[in-house]
């Protein structure tokens, strides 16, 4: 199992917790979570992590700063008096939903790349998670652009019979962007 997957989850709980500090928005936090698990579980790929708990720890943090800064920078509008408040209280329930499900398919699908085989997981991550094209990934790996199709298509298959057998088929959560988080969209959508 990948050392960044057991750090995050046997310290998902606290590095929520760390990002509150942050981000004062529960859902806000438990998105940078989720992108933090991600570029760290990508950046494993590319080298080996020696303290995968402190890494992980320290992408939340720079995504948090980020963040932050990206609040800081833009506009806003005060809002009237919103007369809808039955409302926010059920969509409240359907987002806590929401994230249950994200948080269970970020597990499976980061257990699905981890059985890949190693060639397989580092082409997959470097064009799902990274967004590389076929000819950068070839340049990078040193293979052909053919043998990264055949990897990206071999990592597509594999990973969706896996998140199915685990009860996150891969037409679950499939809302648009302004639907749903943006790393549980990713997580989402990276095997379709």
């Known amino acids: 199992m990948s050392s960044i997957l057991e750090a995050y989850l046997a310290n998902e709980l606290a590095l929520k917790r760390f990002l509150r500090r942050f981000i004062k928005s529960r859902e806000g936090a438990d998105d ?3 992108e ?13 992590i020696v303290s995968p708990k402190a890494f992980l720890f320290k992408v939340a943090r720079n995504l948090a700063l980020n963040e932050l800064a990206r609040l ?10 919103f007369e809808g408040q039955e409302v926010l209280e059920d969509s409240s329930q359907v987002a806590a939903d929401d994230a249950v499900d994200d948080r269970k398919r970020i597990r499976v699908l ?32 040193n ?3 053919r043998t990264v199709e055949n990897h990206v298509a071999l990592g597509l298959v594999r990973c969706k ?26 997580t989402a959508r990276m095997v379709e």
Do not use: N, W
């Open 161 to 186: 019979a896996y998140m199915r057998e685990h009860g996150c088929a891969s037409d679950q959560g499939t809302g648009s962007v302004s639907e749903r988080a943006p790393a549980a969209f990713v």
């Open 72 to 81: 800081a920078s833009a506009t806003t509008e005060p809002l009237g008096d």
């Open 143 to 145: 293979i052909s652009v």
């Open 36 to 48: 933090a698990f991600l570029r760290a579980f990508a950046a494993e790929t590319q080298h080996s």
């Open 110 to 141: 980061a257990r699905a790349i981890a059985a890949l085989p190693p060639q397989c997981a580092k082409v997959f991550i470097l064009r799902k998670m990274q967004g590389l094209s076929q000819k950068e990934i070839a340049a990078r790996l």
């Open 32 to 34: 940078l979570a989720q």
